[in-house]
């Protein structure tokens, strides 16, 4: 997969990939990131990203030249229905639908070229949307300043769902949301530490007890922690 980040802040992106599991996806060429600054497609002499907002209001929004500029180097077109196969546009925003686990396992499977836009808070220009972008995506409930943190929380939710970036391919399917429920606890040794136990269970090399258990806490966890992903009150789970 190759991965184009739009971004005003590249700098927050300089170690960001360069840990664990990304990072050995990149090595491996599973992946590829690349980092880029809408400045670098904006013009005039003062490479103007922003303005104000047309009817008044408070802040900046990101103007439409050069993100236009920028998908159309990066996808060879500026109209989302001209992109080649396996292109999406993603906008992070927190207007976009809400990033679930099946929403990363779309994306991980049909995108062979993302670009994700890091809109900022106060907005981007529609027209952005409207041409580009086909999918606006948000990572929850709350306003974070710009779209960058997202990025690199979806970006991470992608890379380790792409075949070969996990150590085991157990692994991914055991995670938490995978089959919607949160993830059962876990030991390692001592055994005994300060007095607070390891499970008998756990211990006895019995692997169907062993299941069972795991399965009986992870319902137990989602009850308590997440009550909603049981209910089906929780959207798309
Ligand atoms: Cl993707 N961007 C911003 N600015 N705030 C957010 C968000 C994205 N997702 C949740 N809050």
Known sequence: MRVDVLTIFPEY?????????????KLAEIVEINIHDIREYAMG?????????????????????????AIENLTGAS???????GTRVVMLTPQGKPLKQ???????????????????????????NEALVTDEISIGDYVLSGGE????????ALVR?????LGSDTSARNDSFSDGLLDCPHYTRPADFRGMKVPEVL??????????????KALEKTRVARGDLLTGENGDM
């Open 102 to 128: 099946a929403v990363a396992g779309e994306l991980a499977t049909e995108a062979e070229h993302l670009v994700l836009i890091c809109g900022r808070y106060e907005g981007v220009d529609e027209r952005v």
């Open 161 to 165: 769902l792409l075949p070969g970036a």
């Open 149 to 156: 943190p997202a990025a690199a929380v979806l970006i991470d």
């Open 45 to 69: 002499k003062h490479n103007m990203v922003d303005d104000r907002p047309f009817g008044g209001g408070d802040g900046m929004v990101l103007k439409p030249e050069p993100l236009f500029a």
């Open 203 to 216: 211990l006895n090399g019995n692997h169907a007890e062993i299941e069972k258990w795991r399965s009986i």
């Open 13 to 25: 992106f300089s170690e960001i990939f360069e840990f664990g599991i990304i990072r050995r996806a």
């Open 79 to 85: 109209l989302r229905d001209a992109y080649p196969m």
